[in-house]
T-cell receptor, first 116, second 113 residues
Framework: AQTVTQSQPEMSVQEAETVTLSCTYD???????LFWYKQPPSRQMILVIR??????QNATENRFSVNFQKAAKSFSLKISDSQLGDAAMYFC?????????????FGEGTQLTVNP | DVKVTQSSRYLVKRTGEKVFLECVQD?????MFWYRQDPGLGLRLIYF???????EKGDIPEGYSVSREKKERFSLILESASTNQTSMYLC????????????FGPGTRLTVT
């Protein structure tokens, strides 16, 4: 079974600075998807960024980018020019593309605080 | 915009009560999911459904059941609520194919006393 680990329960960053959230996963599969989700306080969870394992190029979405290291099974999220609205719980998630079923496996989450 | 709604944001129930949590999505998604979110444990899958009247157990199905009579609606049932079921419950939905993004509801914070 796949597992996802986020080793940083809490992180903090100064406004306008850059922060990197870590995620590692364990799988024997070669084809899969990885996701970062954001859960702001008392608000709905939303997708931040997605990476297909077969793509070598790292995904980017505006100020958000990932460092996908397939051999190391690492998938970190970099937030540039941090804003107060980035404060949230961030979850890393894995989804197999090889097996049937549609389940995501989530990490434990990282609580990000943005200091003004 | 995709919308996933849940019947209650906050719910307080007594031990032994039967509890219904309802989720509705408006994007004609085939798949629907119920997760439980607890601090330090992330999201854990309780049940999911890939079609009307179809369901599969997730990682922690004990003490829960589900119902999907219509494509847009997925209900989570706690037959006899217990205090260890106090938690945040999240519903999600998705299409069956890639890119597999799941869309989440706002969550229901359930307290069992």
């Amino acid at each position: 079974a796949q597992t996802v680990t986020q080793s940083q329960p809490e992180m903090s960053v100064q406004e306008a600075e850059t922060v990197t959230l870590s995620c590692t996963y364990d799988t024997s599969e070669s084809d899969y998807y990885l996701f970062w989700y954001k859960q702001p306080p008392s608000r709905q969870m939303i997708l931040v960024i997605r990476q297909e394992a077969y793509k070598q190029q790292n995904a980017t979405e505006n100020r958000f980018s990932v460092n996908f290291q397939k051999a190391a099974k690492s998938f970190s999220l970099k937030i540039s020019d941090s804003q107060l609205g980035d404060a949230a719980m961030y979850f890393c998630a894995y989804r197999s593309a090889e097996t049937s079923g549609s389940r995501l496996t989530f990490g434990e989450g990282t609580q990000l605080t943005v200091n003004p | 915009d995709v919308k996933v709604t849940q019947s209650s944001r906050y719910l307080v129930k007594r031990t032994g009560e039967k509890v219904f949590l309802e989720c509705v999505q408006d994007m004609d998604h085939e798949n629907m999911f119920w997760y439980r979110q607890d601090p330090g444990l992330g999201l854990r899958l309780i049940y999911f459904s890939y079609d009307v009247k179809m369901k599969e157990k997730g990682d922690i199905p004990e003490g829960y059941s589900v119902s999907r009579e219509k494509k847009e609606r997925f209900s989570l049932i706690l037959e006899s609520a217990s205090t260890n079921q106090t938690s945040m419950y999240l519903c999600a939905s998705s299409f069956v194919g890639p890119p597999y993004e799941q869309y989440f509801g706002p969550g229901t914070r359930l307290t069992v006393t």
